[in-house]
């Protein structure tokens, strides 16, 4: 099974379609079990679920994470790759070598430079550093899907002009898709769309729905964090109930112990 095809065609098909982010082998088979058709990692969440902030694992630590995740599901999975495994656009490439080796179906690659005081990589290297990246996915195989992402709306940035042209650069440069995080109102999503010759990836906010993304021209939805994020803030209420008032009823809420051992003993 060409997992590489079958992610690029969904790029293709009609519509806009979700890829949530689990953060570990146990909610990856989880989130297949329920229908969705592409899974992404999540670079923060993996960090948190690890108890470190984003940025602080290491890019063979989360190759290996990429790696455990593509093993214990059968769909798809695109990687979350920061910026890959240096600055330069050869490391660019090198990063596409790796997450093909991985058994990665795509994986994306930002111009976040990972320093807070100069946070985002100068135009030309930027471009240059996709160009290497789209280079080494068309060599790797038939299929693979690369993404670049424009992270300004992330770092303050909020240059909308600057987010368009380097997303037109990437494009140009031969990005398959294009993502530019950080958007939360849909006339800026609408003029994105408009704007660049490539497939939108959307990161989800509240207050937008699937339908509406859609319309406005986005081809793939995913979630960032967000799901982690949810289940800290489970626990988190979990834990506040005992505390507070020495109560069990969230567990009325949670799966229940023979629902996990039937998803996990028939995914195995």
């Not at 790759?81 to 240096?86: H, I, N, R, T, V």
């Not at 319309?215 to 626990?235: M, P, Y």
Request: net charge negative; proline share 4%.
């Amino acid at each position: 099974m060409d997992k590489g095809r079958i992610f690029r065609d969904l790029h293709q098909a009609a519509g806009a379609f979700v890829m949530p982010n689990p953060w570990d082998p146990g909610t990856a088979k989880l989130l297949e079990s329920l229908g969705f058709k592409a899974l992404a990692t999540t670079s923060a969440g993996f960090a948190f679920s690890r108890g470190l902030v984003d940025g602080a694992v290491g890019f063979e630590a989360m190759i290996a994470h990429c790696r455990d995740i593509v093993g214990s599901v059968s769909l798809p999975v695109n990687a979350d790759l920061e910026k890959g495994k240096g600055d330069s656009p050869d490391s660019a490439a090198e990063t596409i070598f790796a997450a093909e080796a991985a058994g990665l179906a795509g994986c994306s690659i930002e111009d976040h430079t990972s320093d807070a005081g100069d946070p985002i990589y100068e135009f030309s290297l930027a471009v240059e550093r996709v160009a290497a990246a789209a280079e080494a996915a068309r060599a790797v195989k038939h299929g693979f899907v690369f993404t670049a992402r424009a992270e300004n709306f992330l770092w303050g940035r909020k240059d909308l002009d600057d987010t368009i042209k380097r997303l037109q650069a990437f494009a140009t440069a031969g990005a398959d898709v294009v993502y530019a995080p950080g958007i939360s109102d849909i006339e800026t999503v609408r003029t994105i769309c408009s704007a660049v010759p490539r497939p939108v990836n959307f990161l989800a906010v509240p207050g937008l729905t699937v339908a509406e993304l859609a319309e406005a021209g986005v081809k793939r939805i995913s979630l960032g964090s967000k799901l982690t994020n949810h289940a800290f803030g489970a626990v988190r209420r979990a834990a506040t109930e005992i505390l507070e008032k020495g109560s069990f009823e969230f567990s009325r809420d949670g799966m229940s112990f023979a629902e996990l051992v039937t998803l996990f003993s028939s995914r195995s």
